[in-house]
């Protein structure tokens, strides 16, 4: 039984809204066809029926699970009788002899295909649940266990946050020719020297006058992809000496990796010169990428983060009970450890940002919408400290990287004295790094990429491409705008910990080479666009970070 079968049982329970004892998921996944099974167990509950129960699955199939293989093992014994420990909270026990259930660093409230896709990498197993994430989710509406009964101790003085690569008072940027040739130029200095170490790098200019035949590295950034008329590839690589073409065959493995490019960004090859020195055929190609053996830092002390994004007050789909519930969630004893709130863009729905879209505000004025928001910031109790990066619907400009909101706004959000800065940003809470990036540039990834390497329904996935990348928004020019400045500020020099994205509304996290990326989805329904293109957001979810462990966990309030 693959390890992460468990897994992909609770994923697929809690993307109908169950939670499940872990005898029940054990029997689920050792099924042949769990997904026939869970369909079966799923269809036979009570409509009152929150959490599977192991009585539930044997119900539905059988006592032995129905297909379950005889002899795979007493899925009673690896179990707390009851698993009473689970209700209430979605985290499994990482110490518990159910490795897989405790090992699930990959997840969607929707079932991901079967297969880790090539580009992403194996998603770590971690032995023995040493790492565990559960993406349970709570199936029912938080209870708000009275608000103020409970009062949180936190201890401020153990709280540590700093702020890096923000923009925020320090663009420089007139959006003049020379700014673009020094931001590009930025950035081909800073990721190229990541890839130097990889490739003997000629500059382009003193290829041609080497002999056919001849070895060679290059680094270079992505100028343009086109096929020939026989099905290969011809990508140009441009250095700051030129830009030279590079072949990649079509009968190459390395040709699905041309998949993977987008324009701009940079990468390294190697391969020999033809003959006549006009082009490179390529044997290899290399991204600036995460090094596999990347050990993320983490807190000291358990302290929690919760990670949500696409707030969008004053939208009339703005789901403001959900956000209540949350916000009474983190009075209560179950959140007293829940410190830090990261909040990754669109506060507000913003006026004018698509077309039609004042037919669906139910707050006009931008500034009401703000006022609005404020007044949920409120709810948040007052020891969190909060930290949060504009988004596309946020009144700042809509080139990236985008500075925190100005003065006037910031006076208007002050009640609870948030930090503000900008998109993106690196915030890093008591030594765990969390990259903070509103995430436009994942519609770019997902439109242009392979459906099993990205989709919105798995769009963590396409956050691995951004870290593969080492930059958030490489393609310029497409759905994402670039405000040039004296540096690229959209590299990601050093590797984070976290990844923090949003802006596609859909909830999805995993790991990385070990850097935990996570989507968080938002608390908006359905909008008239989101209907006419299918997209079916992921509402009123709060992941929930240990900052000790990197564990998460997904808390549903809708
Ligand atoms: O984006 C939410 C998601 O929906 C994101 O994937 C973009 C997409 N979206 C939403 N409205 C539109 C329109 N009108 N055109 C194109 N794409 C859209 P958000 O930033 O919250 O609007
Ligand atoms: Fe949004
Ligand atoms: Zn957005």
Not at 208 to 230: A, F, I, P
């Amino acid at each position: 039984m693959p390890q992460e079968a468990p897994a992909r049982v609770v994923r697929e329970l809690a993307s109908r809204g169950y939670n499940a004892e872990r005898e029940a998921v054990t029997l689920l996944s050792r099924t042949d066809d769990s997904g026939a099974a869970i369909e079966r167990v799923v269809d036979a509950l009570d409509a009152d029926v929150l959490k599977v129960t192991r009585e539930d699955v044997e119900g539905a199939l059988g006592d032995t699970g129905g297909s379950a293989r005889p002899g795979a093992g007493d899925a009673g014994g690896s179990a707390r009788p009851g698993a009473g420990g689970v209700d209430g909270d979605a985290r499994t026990d990482a110490g518990s002899d159910d490795a897989a259930t405790a090992t699930a660093t990959d997840g969607t409230p929707s079932s991901p295909p079967e297969d880790p896709s090539v580009s992403t990498g194996p998603i770590p197993e971690d032995a023995g649940g040493a790492s565990a994430s559960d993406s349970s989710m709570e199936g029912a509406p938080v209870e708000t266990k009275g608000v103020g009964s409970f009062e949180r101790t936190v201890d401020e003085a153990l709280r540590e946050v700093e702020i890096a690569g923000d923009v925020t008072g320090h663009s420089t940027g007139t959006g003049a020719y020379e700014d673009f040739v020094s931001v590009f130029r930025d950035r081909y200095d800073r990721l190229g020297s990541k890839l130097r170490g990889r490739v003997n790098h000629r500059p382009t200019d003193s290829i041609e006058d080497m002999v056919g035949g001849s070895d060679v590295g290059l680094v270079g950034m992505v100028n343009d992809v086109r096929s020939t008329k026989n099905g290969h590839w011809i990508v140009e690589l441009e250095d700051t000496n030129g830009v030279f073409p590079c072949l990649v065959t079509k009968d190459r493995d390395l040709a699905d990796r041309v998949d993977e490019l987008l324009f701009d960004e940079v990468v390294a090859i190697e391969g020999s010169l033809s003959d006549d020195g006009g082009i490179v055929f390529v044997d290899s190609l290399y991204f600036p990428d995460v090094p596999r053996t990347y050990k993320p830092s983490t807190a000291d002390r358990h302290v929690q983060a919760a990670l949500v994004s696409d707030v969008h007050v004053g939208s009339q789909e703005f789901l403001a009970d959900a956000w209540t519930r949350f916000t009474d969630w983190l009075h209560t004893e179950e959140a007293e450890h829940v410190e830090y709130l990261l909040i990754a863009g669109d506060m507000v729905e913003g006026v004018g940002v698509y077309p039609n879209q004042d037919e669906e505000l139910s707050i006009v004025d931008l500034y009401e919408q703000y006022e609005r928001f404020s007044e949920y910031l409120k709810q948040v109790p007052g020891d969190m400290e909060i930290v949060m990066i504009p988004g596309n619907h946020d009144a700042v400009r809509l080139a990236e990287p985008q500075p925190g909101f100005d003065d006037d706004l910031r006076e208007i959000m002050s009640a609870h004295d948030a930090r503000i800065v900008g998109n993106p940003s690196t915030v890093t809470i008591e030594g765990v790094s969390v990259l903070m990036y509103h995430g436009v540039s994942l519609d770019e990834v997902i439109a242009e990429f392979p459906e099993e390497q990205a989709s919105y329904d798995e769009p963590h996935k396409a956050m691995y491409h951004l870290l593969k990348k080492r930059h958030v928004a490489p393609q310029y020019g497409g759905h994402t705008r670039l405000a040039p400045e004296d540096q690229d500020y959209l590299v990601i020099d050093d590797v984070p910990d976290v990844f923090h994205t949003g802006h596609v509304h859909k909830l999805g996290y995993g790991k990385y080479h070990n850097v935990l990326a996570i989507n968080s989805g938002c608390w908006q329904a359905q909008t008239d666009f989101q209907k006419s293109v299918n997209i079916d957001p992921d509402s009123g979810y709060a992941p929930i970070l240990d900052l000790d462990t990197l564990d998460v966990t997904i808390r549903k309030f809708t």
